[in-house]
């Protein structure tokens, strides 16, 4: 299906044209769930974010990122209410967010099972998922594309699961979830909790949330992915830890990051060429005359 979609859009179709053809395929789908054909959509295990992102009048990606600014403020403002209302779940799941830039399905089914400190890894391999004829939400024993995922432990995500694990002790002892929420169906947050947290947090701090530009949670991605491939990083590591495909992630993170990678080559290579006499002995001696003291 992603294979699919990215043909589709090469080259890029509008985002309306995207929107109708996933409304057929998705009609489809749910007919042949009714006839019993299939089990699950596949339109389950696959971020649809993804691919209207890319589409003709979109953004582009630099623009639908947060910057490094906003990103610390965020950080800064959900640390804050964590202290104010520890008990909430939700406020916590979003700062996990900000750290490992999930999906949202991947979070609120996190157990303290997919901890692996020895390992020093999460697994990510559970996803919560919406029927959309019944609205009821569940737990899927599946990631998206049905591979298990290891997000490393970093330090500070260390540290963010010491606190939780206080504040879990405190107000959930013995629960198995990371994120409870004892009066949901599930035992977990809602679907849609770690989004609405989001967009009033973002009213609170007057950044801006445009659904032209698709600047939702799922916006982390799009930071943590380019910044992380102008690092340096491989697109087939980047899409194991993130869970996107090679093909995904060159279509919408690589040629920036490559560029951002390229600058010093290619900075070189015009002084080598175009660096006039003058200038390289206006260069030379600036380097030579000692500064005032």
């Known amino acids: ?4 979609l990215i043909d589709v859009n090469a080259p890029p179709i509008k985002a309306k044209e995207m929107n109708n053809l996933l ?3 998705n009609q489809t789908f749910k007919r042949a769930k009714r006839l019993k054909l299939i089990q699950n959509s596949p339109f389950d295990y696959v971020d649809l974010d993804d691919f ?3 589409c003709l009048d979109i953004s582009p990606v630099g623009d639908r990122a947060y910057s ?16 104010d209302s520890p008990e909430d779940s939700v406020s916590w799941a979003y700062e996990l967010c900000l750290l490992m830039a999930p999906r949202r ?5 996190l157990e303290w099972d997919d901890v692996d400190f020895n390992a020093g890894n999460f697994q990510i391999r559970k996803q919560l998922i919406k029927n959309d004829k019944t609205n009821e939400t569940a737990i899927k024993p599946r990631p998206k594309n049905k591979k298990i995922r290891y997000y490393p432990i970093t330090p500070m ?5 010491q606190r939780l694990l206080s504040r879990n002790t405190e107000y959930y002892p013995d629960n198995p979830y ?5 009066d949901d169906p599930n035992g977990i947050i809602r679907l849609r909790a770690i989004y609405e947290f989001h967009q009033q947090l973002c ?10 530009m698709i600047k939702g949670p799922h916006a982390f991605r799009r930071t943590h992915e380019s910044e992380i491939l102008s690092s340096g990083a491989s697109s087939e590591m980047t899409g194991r830890v993130y869970g996107n495909t090679p093909r995904t992630i060159a279509k919408h993170y690589e040629l920036s990051a490559e560029s951002k990678a390229a600058a010093p080559f290619i900075e070189k290579l015009q002084e080598q060429l175009f660096s006039l006499p003058e200038q390289s002995e206006k260069s030379e001696n600036t380097e030579e005359t000692p500064k005032p003291a």
């Open 157 to 161: 995500i260390s540290d963010f699961l």
């Open 105 to 109: 399905g991947e979070v609120p089914p």
């Open 1 to 4: 299906m992603e294979d699919f």
């Open 23 to 25: 409304g057929i395929l």
């Open 178 to 182: 990371l994120f409870p929420s004892p």
């Open 68 to 83: 490094n600014e906003q990103m610390l403020a965020l950080y800064s403002a959900t640390r804050a209410m964590e202290e």
């Open 203 to 212: 009213d609170r701090l007057e950044i801006p949330v445009d659904k032209e």
């Open 52 to 54: 209207y992102e890319s």
